[in-house]
């Protein structure tokens, strides 16, 4: 008798929870679903307030051109929304923008960001805490979104959290190709070679299904994404990178000694630079693969080398060379400087690295005397935003040539010149920045000024403002 009586108390106890407490718990449970389904999409009365988001996964701050997308969506009054990592500072025009909002990706915590793992793990965990971070800040922390331009590569995981984003929410894709990610992870070695097949499966399969309009930096690159291979199957518009209006040339000599004995990096040498006694040349890089700085350090040693017993050209000018920018391979390239430096390889050069402000390093490209660009296209069709800039600030360009869209920007003998091995940029540097070559740098320059002339706003409000749905105002 005393287990029934024992069952039935607690069953009596468990019905009496239940009424009292119960429908607490059901409530919760809706509550909790209903919090846990994403708003979608609404247009709202004032198109204006209709929201756009730009993805980057990756420094906004070094997406120059997901910047500028962003500053001409906020021009036109309207809301945008970016998503991306927060590590280097934005472009002044986004910061305390009413129009703008960042919504900052998490960084990767140590354990993976140092990459000391095992391969078969490091991947994974990367991708799988990048997918978590990405899809919570787009489908839960922003406000859904009318168009979501999207910055590619990197492909994974952003494709495929992007188009069930935009399917749940009830937004449009346009994805901006500024290169292939395939392609660039083919230049990572042999223990990334088994994934690259992979790679370039998912980048196309779930292109084709993402998005409503595509923009291709080159009209080469949007030929192959319309066609052959790649077939996306939707509007392919060629928007080519133009300068911001914080790159302009300097059109006086007092405005240069301003600029070159502010800047920490020129400040010693700024009365040489201006008397000609000392070349200045820049580069701007990401320090990644895709551009070889042993060309450009070889180039130099040569050029700083003795000169052949029969050599009756003037003697070479010495050089300060400022390397901009930050990324992997920085130290390795800096540790060989210093070697090169100390060994007495390179006389009459000086080569330092820098990373500046955005309106610094504007100013320091107006300064100078040639800009450089090492970049290797990993998939032949993208063009170097740097050297889009250098135009913008006046600056003449030689440029490593060796790909099929090279001829879209840098116009041979008109506002720059192409070289594609060590020694061809050697004999570049020696004629450009001798006496001798004072007329033809200085034509250069014009060509650089005049080309630098189209910029971003003209050209962003021709080719995107109509897809998104603004238009002209």
């Not at 392609?183 to 993402?210: D, N, S």
């Not at 800009?371 to 990993?378: P, Q, T």
Request: aromatic share 10%; glycine share 8%; charged share 20%.
């Amino acid at each position: 008798m005393i287990i029934p009586f024992i069952l039935s108390v607690i069953a009596g106890g468990l019905f009496v929870f239940a009424v009292s407490y119960g429908w607490r718990f059901v409530s919760w449970v809706v509550h909790g679903l209903r919090h846990s389904w994403p708003t979608k999409f609404k247009p709202a009365e004032d198109p204006k307030d209709n929201h756009v988001q730009i993805l980057v996964l990756g420094d906004i701050g070094r997406s120059p051109r997901m910047q500028y997308h962003a500053l001409s969506i906020a021009r036109h009054g309207k809301k945008v929304d970016i998503i991306a990592l927060k590590e280097t500072a934005r472009h002044p025009d986004l910061i305390g923008n009413p129009n703008a909002t960042l919504y900052a990706l998490d960084p990767l915590p140590e354990w993976l960001a140092w990459n000391n793992l095992n391969f078969v793990i490091q991947i994974p965990g990367k991708v799988l805490y990048q997918f978590w971070t990405l899809f919570e800040r787009m489908m839960y922390t922003a406000p859904a979104a009318e168009w979501i331009i999207i910055q590619n590569p990197p492909s994974i995981p952003t494709f495929h959290v992007a188009l069930f984003v935009a399917w749940m929410r009830g937004s449009k894709v346009v994805i901006d190709w500024h290169n292939y990610g395939h392609t660039i992870l083919a230049q990572k070695g042999k223990m990334y070679a088994p994934l690259v097949a992979m790679y370039r499966w998912y980048e196309f399969f779930f292109g084709r299904h993402l998005c409503n309009a595509n923009l291709a930096v080159t009209e080469a690159m949007a030929k192959q994404l319309e066609g052959g291979k790649f077939k996306l199957g939707k509007p392919v518009y060629t928007l080519h990178d133009r300068p911001a209006a914080i790159f302009q040339p300097i059109t006086s000599r007092k405005e240069r000694e301003e600029v070159l004995m502010r800047i920490p990096e020129t400040k010693d040498q700024a009365q040489d630079i201006l008397d000609g006694n000392v070349r200045l040349i820049v580069s701007s890089t990401s320090w990644t693969p895709d551009e070889d700085f042993t060309i450009l350090l070889s180039a130099l040693v040569a050029y700083a080398g003795p000169r052949e017993v029969d050599d009756e050209s003037e003697p070479a000018s010495p050089i300060l060379a400022i390397i901009t920018g930050k990324g992997p391979q920085r130290k390795l390239y800096m540790d060989k400087v210093k070697e090169l430096t100390d060994s007495g390889r390179l006389p009459g050069v000086k080569i330092v690295s820098a990373w500046l402000s955005n309106r610094d390093y504007a100013q320091l490209l107006a300064a100078a005397d040639l800009g450089i660009s090492l970049h290797k296209s990993s998939s032949g069709v993208d063009l170097p935003m740097k050297v889009v800039d250098m135009f913008g600030a006046g600056l003449p360009v030689a440029a490593y040539s060796k790909f099929e869209s090279f001829g879209e920007l840098v116009k041979e003998g008109v506002n720059g010149c192409g070289f594609e091995t060590d020694s061809g940029l050697n004999i570049l540097l020696k004629r450009l920045l001798s006496a001798d070559g004072a007329e033809e740098l200085a034509k250069l320059k014009q060509g650089a000024i005049k080309e630098g002339s189209q910029r971003w706003d003209a050209e962003w409000d021709r080719v995107v403002a109509p897809i998104i749905g603004l238009g002209k105002e």
